[in-house]
C-alpha cells in the first residue's frame, strides 16, 4: 500500500508541475475558438469472449480547456457472464465517471477519473456486505497515462493504462491495472 501512495504523490506532483508551467501560456480563451470547438466526443469500446464474456460501450463528452488539460463525463454500460458457474452467472454493469486529462506533451497525457458503478449483488458481492439488496455501488479512483495518435485535425485514438486504488474482491475488473483504449473525435 505503501508503494501505491507514493506512486500517486509523484502523479499528482507531476500534474501540478505540469499545470503551472502550462499556466503560464499567454493564449486567452477566445484564441482557442468558440464553445463548441472546445468539446470532444468519443469513447470505447470492448469485448471479451470465452468462459468470461464481457461487452462494455463508453461513450464520454469532454471540454479541451486549452492544449494542455481537458475534462469530461462519460457513461459505462457492460454485459457481463461467467460460465463458470451452473447456471451461468449473467449481469448488467452500468454506471458513470468523471475524468480529467493533463497533456505534457502532444502525444502523450496523465488521466486521473473518477467512477461509479451499479453491480448485481448475486454476483460481484463476494464479501457478502450488501445482503438485503439487489444491486450495490462500486467506486473507483483511476489514475495513469497514455498515448494517443492523431487520425484527423482535433481527432485522436488512444490507448491508456490506469491503475485502479480501489481494487478489492468486489471490483468488476479483475486486476488492479486496466488497459483501456478508444477515439477522441473533435467537433
Known amino acids: 500500500m505503501r508503494n501505491v501512495s507514493v506512486l500517486f504523490a509523484i502523479f499528482i506532483l507531476t500534474f501540478c508541475i505540469n499545470y503551472s508551467v502550462f499556466g503560464q501560456d499567454k493564449k486567452t480563451p477566445k484564441e482557442y475558438g468558440s464553445f463548441k470547438e472546445h468539446l470532444f466526443t468519443g469513447g470505447g469500446i470492448g469485448l471479451n469472449i470465452g468462459t468470461i464474456t464481457m461487452i462494455e460501450v463508453s461513450p464520454m463528452l469532454g471540454y479541451r ?72 455501488t462500486f467506486t473507483s479512483l483511476f489514475a495513469g497515462g497514455g498515448y494517443r495518435e492523431a487520425i484527423s485535425e482535433k481527432s485522436y485514438a488512444y490507448i491508456m493504462l490506469l491503475y485502479n486504488f480501489n481494487d478489492s474482491m468486489n471490483s468488476p475488473y479483475g486486476n488492479p491495472f486496466v488497459l483501456r483504449m478508444g477515439v477522441e473525435l473533435g467537433f
Open 65 to 136: 480547456f486549452n492544449d494542455h488539460l481537458a475534462a469530461g463525463l462519460g457513461f459505462t454500460y457492460q454485459y457481463y457472464r461467467d460460465n463458470r458457474y451452473k447456471p451461468a452467472l449473467s449481469t448488467d454493469i452500468f454506471g458513470g465517471r468523471v475524468f480529467a486529462r493533463a497533456y505534457p506533451i502532444e502525444k502523450a497525457f496523465l488521466h486521473v477519473e473518477y467512477e461509479v458503478l451499479s453491480l448485481k449483488t448475486d454476483v460481484f458481492d463476494y464479501l457478502n456486505m450488501y445482503p438485503n439488496t439487489t444491486r450495490f
